[in-house]
């Protein structure tokens, strides 16, 4: 009798962590960031800086929408924030006069996909350098 009822015990916490399990894998997915990539960024003399990101599917399917921002420094912090942005639909890449960032500076940009049923992946986030030549 007890090994039946350890038994059913072990089935129902199985289940229980498969529903779980499933219920995660309908959250967005982080977008997986193409441009700018850590480490220092040439913007040979280029007028506008290119973001560019991969979207992730989720069981929902692909976002219908990303929260994207720009901070100055590392920090991720209202103080450092220069820029932010809701970016509708399937756009997968965001341009910015090069003019608004400072030679020889670290910027961070953030990015998170965001469903209709507000579910939002958390942020990926890249720490670059602009280099001006």
């Known amino acids: 009798m007890n090994r039946l009822?350890?038994?059913?015990?072990?089935?129902?916490?199985g289940v229980s962590v498969?529903?779980?399990?499933?219920?995660?894998?309908?959250?967005?997915q982080k977008p997986f960031l193409l441009n700018p990539l850590p480490g220092d960024y040439y913007t040979g003399g280029a007028e506008k800086i290119e973001f560019k990101w991969r979207p992730q599917t989720s069981a929902s399917g692909i976002s219908d929408q990303y929260d994207f921002r720009i901070?100055?420094?590392s920090a991720l912090n209202d103080e450092n924030l220069m820029?932010?942005?809701?970016?509708?639909?399937?756009?997968y890449q965001y341009n910015m006069d090069s003019e608004r960032f400072q030679d020889n500076e670290v910027?961070?940009?953030?990015?998170?996909?965001?469903h209709d049923d507000s579910t939002k992946s958390d942020w990926s986030v890249v720490t670059f350098r602009i280099i001006k030549k």
């Not at 009822?5 to 916490?13: G, P, S």
Request: glycine fraction near 4%; charge should be negative; include cysteine.
């Open 107 to 114: 910027y961070t940009w953030a990015i998170r996909q965001a």
């Open 83 to 91: 820029w932010e942005d809701t970016l509708e639909g399937d756009r």
């Open 18 to 28: 498969c529903r779980a399990a499933d219920s995660l894998s309908d959250l967005p």
């Open 5 to 13: 009822v350890i038994a059913l015990l072990i089935v129902l916490l």
């Open 71 to 73: 901070f100055k420094g």
